[in-house]
C-alpha cells in the first residue's frame, strides 16, 4: 500500500510507462537495425554469389569453346586422314599398274631378246657353214 501511495505520489507510474515505452521504442528501432543489416548483408552474399555465378559461366563458356575448336581441329584431321588414305590406296593401285606394266614389258624384252639370241645363234650356225665350205 506505501508502495502504490509512493508511486500515485511521486508519479512514477507515469515514470515506468514512459521507461516501457522507450525500451519498446528501444528495441523496435534495434530490430529495424538488425534487419537493415541482415537484409544488407543478405544482398550482399547475393551480389557475391551472382558474380561468382557470372565468373563459372563465362569460364565453362571458355571451356566449351575450346572443346568446339578441339572438335572441329578432329574432324579437319579426321578428313586429313581419310583424304590422306585415299591418295595412298591411288598411289598403291598407280604403283601395282605400273608394276604391272613394267612386268609385261620386261617379259617382251625377253621375248625379243629370245628373238635376237635365235636370230643370233642361227647367223652365228650360217657363218659356221659358211666358213665350213
Known amino acids: 500500500m506505501i508502495k502504490s501511495i509512493v508511486i500515485k505520489v511521486f508519479r ?3 515514470i515506468t510507462d514512459r521507461i516501457l515505452k522507450a525500451k519498446k521504442s528501444q528495441k523496435k528501432m534495434d530490430d529495424e537495425h538488425w534487419q537493415e543489416k541482415l537484409v544488407d548483408e543478405i544482398h550482399k552474399i547475393q551480389l557475391d554469389h551472382q558474380l561468382e555465378i ?3 559461366e563465362s569460364k565453362i563458356s571458355m571451356c ?3 572443346i568446339k575448336e578441339y572438335r572441329n581441329r578432329e574432324k579437319l584431321l579426321v578428313n586429313q586422314e581419310y ?4 591418295f595412298a590406296k591411288e598411289n598403291a593401285y598407280t604403283a601395282n599398274k605400273i608394276s604391272s606394266k613394267l612386268e609385261d614389258f ?3 624384252i625377253y621375248k625379243i631378246i629370245g628373238e635376237v639370241k635365235g636370230i643370233r645363234d642361227e647367223a652365228d650356225n650360217n657363218k659356221l657353214r659358211i666358213e665350213k665350205k
Open 64 to 66: 566449351n569453346d575450346t
Open 83 to 86: 583424304e590422306n588414305k585415299k
Open 12 to 14: 512514477l507510474t507515469d
Open 106 to 108: 620386261g617379259l617382251e
Open 54 to 56: 557470372i565468373e563459372l
